[in-house]
């Protein structure tokens, strides 16, 4: 079984470069979830991508939006970066229809802004 | 919106000791799910333990287990026999029966002492 991987590890921009990470979900999982973990904080849920549709987002701006893939992979971009967007990068992958809501994680993408 | 608070930012417990990490929520839900999830230094969030709302026992997971108590929303997690792997962040999740979105606490620093 194949887990949950994500690309690049590290990552560097400037304010207002736009970037997109990665996200592969894990083997039979249909769906995937982004977070954005600032140092020190716990896991902010930005959206989730389900059947290749936005399928939930929390509190974040239109300028982060994503994408996913018929092989259930995902993108997350972000444009017109800010200093406030350097943050871990997480992605979750689920799968959706059973009664069991566990999602398993990818290490993360690491994002400075500067 | 659900609210998750891990009111303990730093812990420590003496190798082989137990020791209890608290999490406390605010919902009007009442089916939900809980769930407590260990980020090693190497980053990847790796889930511990989970509990349904709508069952009383607490849920056990070898040396892994929960006092779950819905009236006073509070999910704790205890550690036995505590190893040095187990040194990592602790973080308490919440997912509502309803939606899809994960709500995290700002998690617990657990240090093992050999």
């Known amino acids: 079984e194949t887990g949950v991987t994500q690309s690049p590890t590290h990552l560097i921009k400037t304010r207002g470069q736009q970037v997109t990470l990665r996200c592969s979900s894990q083997s039979g999982h249909n769906t995937v979830s982004w977070y954005q973990q600032a140092l020190g904080q716990g896991p902010q849920f930005i959206f989730q991508?389900?059947?290749?549709?936005?399928?939930g987002r929390g509190n974040f701006p239109p300028r982060f939006s994503g994408l996913q893939f018929p092989n259930y992979s995902s993108e997350l971009n972000v444009n017109a970066l800010e200093l406030d967007d350097s943050a871990l990068y997480l992605c979750?992958?689920?799968?959706?229809?059973?009664?069991?809501?566990?999602?398993?994680f990818g290490p993360g993408t690491r994002l400075t802004v500067t | 919106a659900q609210t998750v608070t891990q009111s303990q930012p730093e812990m420590s417990v003496q190798e082989a000791e137990t020791v209890t990490l608290s999490c406390t929520y605010d919902?009007?839900?009442?089916?939900?799910?809980l769930f407590w999830y260990k980020q090693p230094p190497s980053r990847q969030m790796i889930l511990v333990i989970r509990?349904?709302?709508?069952?009383?026992q607490n849920a056990t997971e070898n040396r892994f287990s929960v006092n779950f108590q819905k009236a006073a929303k509070s999910f704790s997690l205890k550690i036995s026999d505590s190893q040095l792997g187990d040194a990592a962040m602790y973080f308490c999740?919440?997912?509502?029966?309803?939606?899809?979105?994960?709500?995290f606490g700002t998690g617990t620093s657990l240090t093992v002492i050999p």
């Open positions: 979750a992958s689920s799968f959706q229809g059973r009664m069991v809501y566990e999602q398993y």
């Open positions: 999740a919440y997912r509502g029966n309803t939606g899809n979105q994960f709500y």
């Open positions: 509990q349904e709302a709508y069952k009383q």
């Open positions: 991508y389900y059947r290749e549709e936005e399928n």
């Open positions: 919902t009007s839900e009442s089916d939900y799910y």
